[in-house]
């Protein structure tokens, strides 16, 4: 069920804290075991096949795990060590591939002749965030992160439901010693807390990204059936969709911390203000978060490494800081990076438009590398280069994120070329008829001439609202603190420490306290947002 329905809100959520609740002033085993139970009623509401498919994937994780943790006490059984690792990851990729990735194969090879029948596998919700924290602790579990655990803990770590379908991908590490030390009992303060996030979350995905969603919808749709989408509202459709993912995004994010404090439990911080980000290595520092920990620490840490062993062997250089060859920057930086963000766009969906925004992002990392590396200390003093560079990495940063979510979002990738070429202006420009007439017969012979064109299935009403949206978000998104900020002395996520009070402008906001102000602004954004609840609306992240 969806965090925004309300089955969940008034059904789900109330049920599950009462029992949680009760039975930790009993005994907090019980409330644990509890916890458990409710996370699998919340994995197979809306399929409880999905429970016969993910529970076995679970149990034989737990079994390579265990016999890793056996192996890791025996100084001798390195080799047979990495060997169980290697098949627990062959395991989990081939079961990702094969619920996520066979019929995008079988359609691949059909392009060249073949007539492989598609099997129209319906895909576990969560499934592809599933696999990497499994992945995740194998891992750990090898290195000896991970000294022990039992089949009950394991399964909390697992199936805890606030993260379970789309993130943050957590550490066991960092979960269960707050599951150990969790009194399982009322606090009024995790309480405060948690229904702040939540309703902030709420208010974020009901009302913010369910509400732009129908107004850049159409536009892909019709750059799908028709192309030649004109150069404004293919940058409305790129910008409308950023906004649309950002706060979509951004919004479950605040309701999985939120969920996750009722129980006392702080996840990772995932979503820190992307869109402020000066620089596309900022953007990834801030946009999913978790998914780029995990990518630099299991993907493109490794593969780093393992290229610079061979470098070294063969005697070449490796990347120095000072003076580094180009050969070494294309071997050690580039290729891991694309590699990297290849993998990351093939995780994101099975579509080619993943795999080239990916791609697109790879390409971006690497140029912003290279500026790094090999232009930055060429300006005479920081403070000069931060004047210029600051505004403008920016914009060019917000141009690029923008653009990149055109392939991430248009169902076909001649559909995302057709955009991107609107975006560019090779698509000509165009107004809506009704808006062109009330400027007048000079200013509209004034842009005929200069190739603005009129366009009658685009009103005047249709372009207004859409401006409207995208302006506000655009304000909140760049100017507004985020939640982080507004609740940093409660520490709303794990490591988010206590920072100066948030501003807007040079407007000081008060720091977020359970206090009666707070308690109108929180109460005031949870009924416009459950007011907004019924309409279409499906968490982005979830179809990952």
């Not at 696999?131 to 805890?160: H, M, N, P, W």
């Not at 590699?339 to 791609?359: D, E, N, P, R, V």
Request: hydrophobic residues 55%; charged residues 10%.
């Amino acid at each position: 069920m969806l965090f925004n329905s309300q089955e969940f809100l008034f059904v789900f959520l109330p049920a599950t804290l009462l029992g949680f609740y009760l039975l930790g002033a009993v005994h907090r085993q019980w409330a644990i075991l509890w916890l458990i139970l409710i996370s699998l009623v919340f994995y197979g509401w809306w399929r409880p096949l999905n429970i016969l498919i993910i529970g076995p994937s679970i149990i034989i994780n737990y079994a390579l795990a265990s016999i890793l943790l056996r192996l890791n006490q025996n100084e001798g059984s390195r080799s047979l060590s990495r060997a169980v690792l290697l098949l627990g990851i062959a395991f989990n990729v081939l079961f990702l591939g094969f619920f996520k990735y066979a019929d995008f194969l079988y359609g691949t090879i059909n392009v060249f002749g073949a007539k492989l029948i598609l099997m129209h596998i319906i895909l576990p919700l969560g499934i592809s965030f599933i696999t990497f924290q499994k992945i995740a602790f194998l891992i750990d579990v090898q290195a000896g992160r991970v000294k022990a655990f039992s089949f009950r803990e394991y399964c909390t770590f697992v199936l805890f439901f606030p993260q379970l379908i789309a993130g943050p991908i957590v550490h066991y590490r960092e979960m269960m010693p707050q599951f150990a030390a969790a009194s399982c009992r009322f606090d009024k303060e995790n309480f405060a807390v948690a229904l702040t996030l939540l309703f902030f979350g709420l208010f974020k995905k009901g009302v913010l990204a369910d509400n732009i969603a129908p107004l850049v919808t159409p536009i892909y749709e019709h750059s799908a059936a028709a192309g030649k989408t004109s150069f404004l509202l293919a940058w409305m459709a790129a910008v409308g969709f950023t906004l649309q993912i950002y706060f979509d995004f951004s919004g479950y994010t605040d309701m999985a911390l939120g969920l996750a404090r009722f129980f006392g439990i702080k996840l990772p911080p995932n979503f820190n203000s992307p869109l402020k980000a000066s620089s596309i290595i900022d953007f990834w520092l801030r946009w999913h978060m978790t998914l780029t920990r995990f990518l630099t620490a299991y993907i493109y840490n490794p593969l780093v490494l393992w290229l610079t062993r061979r470098r070294a062997i063969k005697g070449r250089p490796g990347f120095g800081v000072r003076n580094p060859t180009l050969g070494a920057f294309v071997s050690l930086l580039m290729v891991p990076l694309i590699t990297t963000m290849f993998i990351s766009g093939l995780w994101h969906g099975a579509g080619y438009g993943f795999i080239i925004w990916g791609l697109l992002h790879g390409a971006f990392l690497t140029i912003n590398h290279g500026w790094r590396v090999f232009a930055t200390h060429r300006w005479r003093d920081r403070a000069s280069y931060e004047r210029i560079m600051k505004p403008a990495g920016w914009a060019l940063t917000f141009v690029s994120v923008t653009t990149a979510m055109v392939f991430f979002r248009a169902s076909t990738v001649a559909s995302a070329v057709d955009l991107v070429k609107g975006v560019i202006g090779l698509n000509g420009v165009a107004l809506p008829q009704t808006l062109l007439d009330s400027l007048g017969p000079s200013l509209t012979s004034t842009f005929h001439r200069i190739g603005v064109i009129s366009n009658n299935s685009w009103s005047v009403h249709d372009f207004r609202i859409a401006a409207t949206w995208i302006s506000v978000l655009m304000f909140i998104a760049l100017v507004c603190p985020n939640t982080l900020q507004i609740l940093a002395p409660y520490e709303p996520a794990l490591g988010v420490k206590p920072q100066t009070a948030p501003v807007i402008g040079k407007f000081r906001l008060p720091a977020w306290a359970p206090s009666l102000p707070w308690a109108i602004v929180v109460s005031t954004l949870a009924a416009i947002a459950i007011v907004s609840i019924g309409g279409p609306s499906e968490f982005l992240y979830w179809q990952f």
